[in-house]
């Protein structure tokens, strides 16, 4: 069965602790794999998409990398505005499989 | 470019009672979807549609009807709306199916009384 599991459910992080985000999936025929920001009352919000193991893409504090099984966020040195739900999805050949989101919420 | 719109952005109705949410894109997508949103569930697909004219059912479509009768709007139709039915609604378009991003626009939220 076609699945997208996301770690840990939540955390907490001080200001500037690195840390990193999980999602791995089980997809036939992966075609991409999607990171999304959501803040709360808000649509998500395209941050990556990667479409083949090896692959890594950075935005400022954040890198994404992709295995043939999992995804990584990488978060350095993070700020309290880098509070939110981020949310993992993989898009097989016809359908995309959103996981639960990882609640992060980094204190000053 | 206004991306993905949706409208309203809340919406209280009564058991029974049917609406229609609204959503438009202006970016000429093929592909647009409507998911749910409820706590610890993650976003579900609704109904999705490929084209103009051209519909499927994802993974939760009892209650709900969608249309396409052009490329830019999809709305998406409650008939009889039940407490079951509250919970957040985004509309989202894509160029494709897998492989390209999905924008989202910024939801409705629905009370079902």
């Known amino acids: 069965e076609d699945q997208v599991t996301q770690s840990p459910e939540a955390l907490r992080l001080q200001e500037g602790e690195s840390s990193s985000l999980n999602c791995s999936y089980t997809v036939s025929g992966l075609r991409g794999l999607f990171w999304y920001r959501q803040d709360p009352g808000k649509g998500p919000e395209f941050l990556f998409t990667l479409y083949s193991a090896g692959e890594e893409k950075e935005k400022e504090r954040l890198k994404a990398t992709l295995t043939k099984k999992e995804s990584f966020l990488h978060i350095t040195a993070p700020k309290p505005e880098d509070s939110a739900t981020y949310l993992c999805a993989a898009g097989g050949d016809d359908k995309i499989i959103f996981g639960k989101g990882t609640r992060l919420h980094i204190l000053p | 470019n206004a991306g993905v719109t949706q409208t309203p952005k809340f919406q209280v109705l009564k058991t029974g009672q049917s609406m229609t949410l609204q959503c438009a894109q202006d970016m000429n997508h093929e592909y647009m979807s409507w998911y749910r949103q409820d706590p610890g569930m993650g976003l579900r697909l609704i109904h999705y549609?490929?084209?103009?004219?051209?519909?499927d059912q994802g993974e939760v479509p009892n209650g709900y009807n969608v249309s396409r009768s052009t490329t830019e709007d999809f709305p998406l139709r409650l008939l009889s709306a039940a407490p079951s039915q509250t919970s957040v609604y985004f509309c989202?378009?894509?160029?494709?199916?897998?492989?390209?991003?999905?924008?989202f626009g910024p939801g409705t939220r629905l009370t079902v009384l």
């Open positions: 989202a378009s894509s160029s494709g199916q897998g492989r390209d991003t999905q924008y």
């Open positions: 549609s490929v084209g103009a004219g051209i519909t």
